[in-house]
Structure formats: structure tokens, C-alpha cells
């Protein structure tokens, strides 16, 4: 693989960044388990392997992952680093093994990051500042420049950019946070009538790094039952409380199609899905993205996201 030198190492060139891309659409996308695709994989470095992961850090208004959270052992006395999906340039999903463009030495000297609490932008400007990665939240898709973590091929599927999801980072009130999927893992799932459930797991789109749903567990009110709750549906996250409230009922939910863990989530199953709730896909057509406003409760320092309702392909508060 190409790479080019830079003052902390080396990183992939674009030509090498947009091949990756292309191999990525190639494959066609697939929905990804955080806790059966991903937790435990080894993550290598280009002169050796750097631990693995343990989880994911997504970003708290668009709900993407932006990092790989991996546990080096006794590489570095059990310090956890972040990978971002900007490293990566091949996943064997076989063989449970990343590689990414950076190298020990790198990793060794990244700025260290406390995994217990989010992660706040400043954080974040340091470290894409650390590596010389492109921040994602100054440019108008979801990746910053591009829909991708990698630079958009320029010829192919997909390369209309004018058909691509926009994104406005600006928020409102509030400093955006990353969250650990681990953390979130285990919140309680609030309908607009009551609650339905916890988070159990989340699905990651494997060549944009979206969390397309998170993997409900109902068995406190349907036994056995798992369902799919699209970030698209949250109308607030009660971060203090460990809720998410979304915007569908019990009944919606007790009636929409059963999750199967076992299989792939084929396309026929989303379009049934999102046709049971009334709600768009992610797949369809969408220019303008929802800028989710923040507000910080009095004496908790924790923040909670406005409800919001979907209005054209955007977001507009409820007062």
C-alpha cells in the first residue's frame, strides 16, 4: 500500500484511501454487531499488532462511529488507545483481523484519552490534529468532505455526492460528546407511552460506520422478543438517566417485525420495517440532516437532547 510521510509517520495516500472505498462498495454494505462482528477483533498496525477491540465511541448527534476503543494488554500496560475508522484499510470479517495505516509508534505516543467518560470536541481536536486526519464536523457530509471515512471514489456506484445525506455540525447549546458503546449498552428503551426495553447491542453500517439500529431486548415485557430501534426514531437521550425516548408507541414496537440475530439484516426486512412505522430509510433519498440541539440540565452537568421531529428530511424542535 502506497503511503506518504508526514511529522508523526506515515498514513495511507489518497490513492490508497480511495481504494479501500472502492473495496468497501464492491462488497456492498452490511449491518454489522457490535458484540458478535467486532468486540475482540485484532487490530494491526503496519509493524505489528496493537491489541483489540473492546468497543466503540460514536458521536452523539449523528450516532457514527468514530472510534475504535482498543485494549493494547500488556503492549502498553493494558492502556486503551482509539482507532479511527480513517485508519482503516481492510477488515477481514473471516478472520476477525483489522489492519489500519498507522504504526506502533504512533499509537504509543497518541494522546492518551480517558475511556471511562465521553469524550468531549476538544479531546477530538487533539487527536485528529495528533494523526492529521480531516475533522469530520467542517464539512457538510457525514465523514466532513466526504460521505465516507475514506476519500469518495470518482467513478463507480454511489459518486453523485448531490444525492448524498448533508450534515450540519454547528448543534445548538452544547459542546457534542462521544459515547461509549459499552455505556450505552443497557439503557432503557421509553416509548412515547411507557418502556419497552434496553439496549442490547448496536448494528454498524460497515462501510460508513453509522449506527443503523440498536438491538432492543424486550424480554421484561415480551418474552423472547428482540426488535430494531432506529437513532433516526430518538426524539431525546436522557444521558443522567441511562434513557433513550423514542418517538413510536408499545403497541408500534410489540407489533413490528422480530429481529433474528442469527442472520444477516437482509433489505427486504428493512424496507418492512421502516414501511411498519411510517418512517424513511437511511437508503432513500435525504439532503439536509437533523442538527440535534443539546441543553444542559441545572446541576448535573449532563445533557439531553431536545425532542425533535422529522419535518422534510430535517429536524425541527418540539416546543
Known sequence: MATE?????????PAAQIAATRRALKKGKML????????????????????????????????????LVVDT???????????SPMALRDV????????????????????????????????????????????????????GAYPYPHPYPLSGRATNLEKERRWDWTGEGGDPHLRSSAAVTGYHIAATD???????DFLVDDVTWAI??????????????????????????DWSESKVRVGVTREQIKKSPEYDPSGPVERDYETR?????GRPSYRSDRRESPCRSRETRPGTGSRTQKPRRRLSGGWTKIH
Open 273 to 277: 420495517l421502516h414501511d411498519h412505522y
Open 212 to 237: 443503523r439500529y440498536m438491538i432492543v431486548d424486550t424480554r421484561n415485557w415480551w418474552p423472547g422478543k428482540k426488535v430494531l430501534v432506529s437513532p433516526e426514531w430518538i426524539e431525546r437521550v
Open 32 to 67: 454489522r454487531s457490535m458484540k458478535n462482528d467486532l468486540r475482540g477483533f485484532t487490530v494491526g498496525a503496519t509493524d505489528g499488532d496493537i491489541g483489540s477491540v473492546e468497543e466503540l465511541y460514536f458521536d452523539d448527534e449523528s450516532f457514527t462511529v468514530r472510534h
Open 92 to 143: 477481514d470479517w473471516v478472520g476477525k483481523r483489522i489492519t489500519a495505516a498507522v504504526t506502533k509508534a504512533q499509537v504509543e505516543k497518541s494522546p492518551a484519552i480517558d475511556t471511562d467518560r465521553p469524550v468531549s470536541r476538544q479531546h477530538e481536536i487533539e487527536y485528529y490534529g495528533y494523526y492529521g486526519y480531516p475533522s469530520y464536523w467542517t464539512g457538510p457530509y457525514l465523514w
Open 194 to 200: 411507557g418502556d419497552i426495553g434496553h439496549v442490547e
Open 5 to 13: 510521510r508526514w511529522a508523526g509517520g506515515s498514513r495511507a495516500s
Open 73 to 83: 494488554g500488556g503492549w502498553l500496560g493494558g492502556r486503551k488507545v482509539l482507532i
